[in-house]
């Protein structure tokens, strides 16, 4: 099982904010990157670190970490936005190894 | 521009093996660790390991010891990852995917955020 836990499902109205949540006792040391994942297709990074986005990446994805919980938040929320979103970060009950958060699946209705 | 490009699909037989590859190019390939994730169809995303890229030192997550190794083969910048013995509930797509690791001076250590993936590679396990 992972030891990063996020909700299996979440929703949200076309052009509202949400905000896709990992919990682990490993955030408390290690920032998480998240990931976005459309049908068929290879993941894409969307943040890492405390708050960081890569090049291409829209200004309404932005992440946040307090205590054991890093968030994902997505503003304005796009039709393009719908896709399974995964937190990535270190195991600390395994030797500090790496592990996936189980994945969100974000519905845009 | 960085790219990793993996082999084909490929469909086996169980107890046979397979050797998927991921050729990088657009970058120094040693100088990044390349990680392994694995996807059962309809499931999440699951780190395999990864290898150093610059002393071939391979680290395998728990339950990928075994039948699975990684490999390089520095001189054509392609990593490999080889699965012997294969099962039915071997069948997913794999990733190989780059490290970047960061260092995060807010807390004093360093991240492994993956900035590029492959593009998967299909392995299918049936009789």
């Known amino acids: 099982s992972s030891e990063l836990t996020q909700d299996p499902d979440v929703s949200v109205a076309l052009g509202q904010a949400v905000r896709i949540t990992c919990q682990g006792d490993s955030l408390r040391s290690y920032y998480a990157s998240w990931y976005q994942q459309k049908p068929g297709q290879a993941p894409v990074l969307v943040i890492y670190g405390k708050n960081n986005r890569p090049s291409g990446i829209p200004d309404r994805f932005s992440g946040s970490t307090s205590g054991n919980t890093a968030s994902l938040t997505i503003t304005g929320t796009q039709a393009e936005d719908e896709a399974d979103y995964y937190c990535?970060?270190?195991?600390?009950?395994?030797?500090?190894?790496?592990?996936f958060g189980g994945g969100t699946k974000l519905t845009v209705l | 521009q960085v790219r990793l490009v993996q082999s084909g699909s490929e469909l086996k037989k169980p107890g046979a093996s397979v050797r998927v590859s991921c050729k990088a190019s657009?970058?120094?390939?040693?100088?990044?660790?390349m990680n392994w994730v694995r996807q059962a169809p309809g499931q999440g995303l699951e780190w395999m390991g990864w290898i150093s890229t610059n002393t071939g030192i391979p680290t395998y997550a728990q339950g990928f010891t075994g039948r699975f190794v990684f490999s390089l083969d520095t001189s054509v910048s392609t990593a490999y990852l080889q699965i012997t013995s294969l099962k039915a509930d071997d069948t997913a797509v794999y990733y190989c995917?780059?490290?970047?690791?960061?260092?995060?001076?807010?807390?004093?250590?360093?991240?492994?955020?993956?900035?590029?993936w492959g593009q998967g590679t299909l392995v299918t396990v049936s009789s």
């Open positions: 657009g970058y120094t390939f040693t100088s990044y660790a």
């Open positions: 995917a780059k490290d970047n690791p960061v260092w995060d001076g807010d807390r004093g250590v360093v991240l492994n955020p993956v900035d590029y």
């Open positions: 990535y970060s270190r195991d600390m009950s395994v030797n500090h190894l790496l592990v």
